[in-house]
Each structure stands twice: as structure tokens, then as C-alpha cells.
């Protein structure tokens, strides 16, 4: 598990018209991760997230992505993502391709893609019109043991999925601890699996039930403090949620996101140097 | 008439949070029903049992969260789980008393959309989407809905069906095998409505002081029915308009406070 630049990693490892899940329920979103991959301008991707965030609205709106596979697309506690609804509404600045889940078909696409199954089973019972939207792709069969309806949901195996997480030791093993969301199943769906971290440590002081992604799983690590920024890494930052709140503003113009992205994302090196330009780096 | 004293999301809100008996395991959704439930656990309700669907259960926070997953919602939360374990073993399982959910568009028989205004291809609004409220609405023992009554919102026809309430009604929700009760109440900001017992057609059951009917019926896109006996619901007692207004001030508080982030290398 090679211990690389977040440039070089996101280089190597993410390539145009890949699949690619950027994990994190609330916690622990690799924005820093994501804003490289604005950098080295990378397009067509097929994006994947179970709550696309202010980072898939930064992504979409920089025109990285042509497809978003997703559950809930807002602002949490804000309202709207104003870059994935222009690209939705009025294909700006290309036209989206969407397949949308609930949260619980989503999640078991992930953990059926991490379990090497075709598909995932729940029970069915109600048809929503989430049945039948152009990309659903849900199918229904019966239990063999039971005759029971049951709702199949195709696995998803990205190409690639990236994650941040607290801390990686020695020997390359990476802790996630607090709110996990579907981010070890999303990790071990994947082909690839990068990994961004607050910090290197000789050992993790994990507890016995700790999440604990093994060295050998991971394709490539790069150490990234604040790397969550805006949202939040348990025991290191709090989410920012006065940015969150600051993003409605921000986004909602074409012109007044291009000129933040300019700035704040293209015009910086890094992301240390962007934490610096927020005013948020002590 | 002059000002009640309370905003109408204040009444919605105390409206809400005296649904939840003591004890009640409650999957929460963030805004109004987040101010609810955790208003509830601070009054009449101690041990209410939180579950928000970032996979905190029994969370017990300070403060609001902004989003549904919010440190404070780990910090102050029994037990974290996966997210498919929240949604499988939980929710799916059976282990909900009651589900909490707004959405932009609800129709007369408690069905729900939070997916798009207009045409599903060329939308008028694209708006979030399902997240966890379809499995919500199937799985609770009962739902409770949340949201501003007004014509746009409380539809003839939804223009999408996120998430089912009680379908067509007069027991097609039964029929289809949905293991939870549906809506047992429609919350707003004009009062309250409640499916009729034969129909599942959502009637208004309660108004709070100083609303007419006329009024509720105006802000509703279908001809809305009246129950047989019309409650009039009181003002919000004085100790639960002064503990939300605790709540929200601490919650301001802490969102305001800046963040510090040491780069160590």
C-alpha cells in the first residue's frame, strides 16, 4: 500500500469515464480528495454517492461528471444543490444522466457489490414511481422459500472509491471511527480503493470493533489533514456548518460558483493552502 | 386578532412533539421533525428513543443538528451502526414505532413526493429525492407528516410518488403488504389531519386557536372533509414554547462558533 501524494494518488488511480464513489455519510467526505479531481480536470465520470453533498455540486459544476448514481441530493438542513439541479433542469454545463435509489437500495447495492453478489434482496411492497424512472433499475422476484415479493437491486462495484478516515499506522492500516454510513461496504465493492487520512500513527489505539480497513485492501493512502473539510473528522473537526450554510449563496450563480471555484479550488496548490484561504487552518 | 404569541412552525413544532408518547422509538428526519422529537425528549417524553438514519441510535444531542449526521448526534448517541444495518435491522426489521417525514407535495390519502415538481425528464424543481423516506413510510408502526398546508403542497395528483401513504385508500395499503400503519396524522401550520377510519382520505381533525376551516380548506388543492368532531387544539403551554426557544438559541450558538483545523505537517 504505497503512501503517495494526494496528486500522484488521485493521478494514478482515477482516470476519465471511470466510476467513482467519493463515501462518507455526513462524516468524514474527502472533499480534498474531490478537489484534486477537479484539478486534474477529470470528465465523463460516472459519479456514485449516496448523498452527492457540496462536493458532487463542486464536481458537477466543474463538468466532471456525465452520470450520478445517488439516494439524496440537497444540502442537508439547507435545502438545494444548485449545480446538480442546473445540470438536471437545464444541463448545465452538460447534460447528467441520473439513477437514483432510496438510501436503503443504495446501501444494499453496496454491500451486494462488497459481497461479490449480483444483486441485493429486500422485501417488496408498494410500487413508487422510483420503480419507474428511466435508469431504475430495480426487478422483483420471488423468495424460492417463502413465495415472499422481494425487490432486487443491482450490485454496484465502482472502479474506484475513495474515502477519509482518522488515521493510518506503520503498516498502512487505516481507522475510521464515529459515523461509518456505507463506506466499508462502498470500499470493498470497489476495484480500487484510495484512502485520505488526518494522520500517520506508529499504531492505531483502535477499540476491538473499530472499523480497521487492512493495508492490503487499500490501493494507495495520502495523508491529508482537514481532508473532511467542510464536513467533519470525529476527535480532529467539528463540520462547518456555517459554510454549508454559505454554500446556498455561493452556488446558486453560475457565475459566483465558477469565480469561488477559480479561487478557492483551481488558484490553490492544495488543499492546506485552501483551509489557509478560508481562514479555517490554525 | 393579534399575534398569538408563537410562530406558526412554534405551534407545529409543540403540535408535533406532544404525538410522541414516552418511551416511542423514533426514526428522525432533520428540520421540524428533528426540533419535535428532541423537544419531546426534553419535556413530556425523557425516554424517547432517537434514531436518525446516519446510524445513531439513541442519540441524545444538545444541540440541533444541522444535518443528520452531525458529530454531536455521535457524540451523545448509545450505539453507531453501518448504514445498511440502520436500514436492514432496524427499520426494515420492524423496530420503528414511528417515522417522521415532510416532502414537497402530499396528496389526500398521506401519499408523498420529494423527488420532483413537474415532469420526471424535464423537471420543473428537481428536489433532493428519496433518501430514507420510502422505507420509512413502509416500515413504521406509524408515520406522522410534517409540512406547510398550502395549495401547491396539498395536491389533487402528485406529480411523482416517492414514498406510499395509503395508496388509493379504503385498504389498499393493507392489501399491497406494507407491514406499517401509514400516516397517522398530518401536521401543519393550520392544524391537523387525520385519515378518515373507512376511507384513509385525510380529513382535518384539529386547528388551532383563531383558525377557521374556510381557511385550512383554502390552502388545500382537494375539497378538504371535516371530522365529526373538530378539536380545537390549545395554545402551546408556555414551558414547551420557552424549551424550544432554549433549544433553537443553543443550537445558533453553536453553529456560530468557528472552526479550527490544525495542519500538523
Redesign the interface.
Known amino acids: 500500500m504505497p503512501l503517495l501524494p494526494l496528486t500522484e494518488a488521485i493521478a494514478t488511480h482515477v482516470h476519465d469515464g471511470d466510476s467513482v464513489a467519493l463515501e462518507g455519510f455526513t462524516h468524514l467526505i474527502p472533499f480534498a480528495a474531490g478537489h484534486e479531481i477537479i484539478r486534474l480536470k477529470r470528465r465523463s465520470l460516472h459519479l456514485i454517492r449516496m448523498t452527492p453533498d457540496l462536493i458532487y455540486d463542486q464536481l458537477i459544476g466543474m463538468g466532471c461528471a456525465t452520470r450520478l448514481t445517488f439516494s439524496w441530493g440537497g444540502n442537508p438542513g439547507v435545502g438545494s444543490l444548485h449545480r446538480l439541479r442546473d445540470a438536471v433542469e437545464r444541463q448545465w454545463p452538460q447534460p447528467l444522466t441520473l439513477s437514483e435509489f432510496s438510501h436503503a437500495e443504495l446501501a444494499l447495492a453496496y454491500q451486494a457489490g462488497a459481497s461479490g453478489m449480483s444483486c441485493g434482496l429486500m422485501p417488496h411492497h408498494a410500487d413508487t414511481d422510483l420503480t419507474r424512472v428511466p435508469g431504475a433499475r430495480l426487478s422483483t422476484v420471488r423468495c424460492p422459500f417463502t413465495g415472499q415479493l422481494l425487490t432486487a437491486v443491482p450490485a454496484i462495484n465502482p472502479d474506484v472509491t475513495i474515502l477519509h478516515a482518522q488515521q493510518i499506522d506503520a503498516e498502512g492500516n487505516v481507522l475510521i471511527r464515529g459515523i461509518v454510513g456505507a463506506a466499508k461496504e462502498a470500499a470493498l465493492a470497489a476495484r480500487r480503493v484510495l484512502v485520505t487520512v488526518e494522520e500517520r500513527v506508529e499504531r492505531l489505539r483502535a477499540d476491538l470493533n473499530a472499523v480497521v480497513l487492512p493495508s492490503w485492501l487499500i490501493s494507495a493512502a495520502s495523508i491529508v489533514p482537514g481532508g473532511a473539510y467542510p464536513s467533519y473528522a470525529q476527535g480532529y473537526y467539528p463540520r462547518d456548518n456555517r459554510f454549508y450554510l454559505a454554500w446556498d449563496a455561493i452556488a446558486r450563480d453560475r457565475r459566483t460558483f465558477t469565480a469561488w471555484m477559480e479561487r478557492h479550488v483551481l488558484g490553490v496548490a492544495d488543499h492546506a493552502a485552501l483551509l489557509r484561504a478560508l481562514g479555517v487552518a490554525a | 386578532m393579534t399575534a398569538p404569541g408563537y410562530t406558526p412552525d412554534e405551534i407545529m413544532t409543540v403540535t408535533a412533539a406532544r404525538h410522541l408518547r414516552d418511551g416511542a422509538v423514533c426514526f428522525v428526519g432533520?428540520?421540524l421533525p428533528s426540533a419535535a422529537c428532541n423537544l419531546a425528549r426534553m419535556t413530556h417524553a425523557p425516554r424517547l428513543v432517537l434514531i436518525y438514519?446516519?446510524?445513531?441510535v439513541a442519540t441524545k444531542p444538545t444541540v440541533l443538528?444541522?444535518?443528520?449526521?452531525?458529530?454531536e448526534?455521535?457524540?451523545t448517541a448509545t450505539a453507531?451502526v453501518?448504514?445498511?444495518e440502520i436500514?436492514?435491522h432496524y427499520?426494515?426489521r420492524g423496530r420503528v414505532d414511528v417515522g417522521f417525514l415532510g416532502a414537497a407535495q402530499i396528496d389526500a390519502f398521506g401519499n408523498l413526493n420529494s423527488?420532483v415538481i413537474g415532469d420526471?425528464?424535464q423537471?420543473?424543481?428537481?428536489?433532493?429525492?428519496?433518501?430514507?423516506?420510502?422505507?420509512i413510510a413502509?416500515y413504521a408502526r406509524e408515520v406522522l407528516v410534517i409540512m406547510k398546508q398550502t395549495p401547491r403542497s396539498f395536491v389533487p395528483r402528485l406529480d411523482?410518488?416517492?414514498?406510499?401513504g395509503y395508496?388509493t385508500g379504503s385498504g389498499a395499503?393493507a392489501a399491497?403488504?406494507?407491514?406499517g400503519g401509514g400516516p397517522r396524522a398530518v401536521i401543519t401550520d393550520f392544524g391537523v389531519l387525520r385519515p378518515r377510519p373507512a376511507t384513509q382520505e385525510l380529513e382535518l381533525a384539529a386547528l388551532y386557536p383563531g383558525i377557521s376551516v374556510d381557511a385550512a380548506r383554502a390552502a388545500t388543492g382537494w375539497p378538504l372533509g371535516v371530522a365529526e368532531h373538530l378539536e380545537i387544539l390549545p395554545a402551546p403551554p408556555r414551558a414547551d414554547l420557552e424549551a424550544l426557544r432554549d433549544l433553537e438559541s443553543r443550537t445558533r450558538e453553536a453553529?456560530?462558533r468557528?472552526?479550527?483545523?490544525?495542519?500538523?505537517?
Open positions: 432533520i428540520g438514519e446516519s446510524g445513531t443538528p444541522l444535518s443528520i449526521g452531525d458529530g448526534l455521535a457524540e453507531i453501518p448504514l445498511p436500514f436492514a427499520l426494515q423527488t420526471y425528464a423537471p420543473g424543481v428537481r428536489l433532493p429525492g428519496a433518501g430514507g423516506a420510502p422505507e413502509t411523482f410518488l416517492t414514498s406510499a395508496l395499503r399491497s403488504g406494507s407491514p453553529q456560530a468557528p472552526i479550527r483545523i490544525n495542519l500538523r505537517n
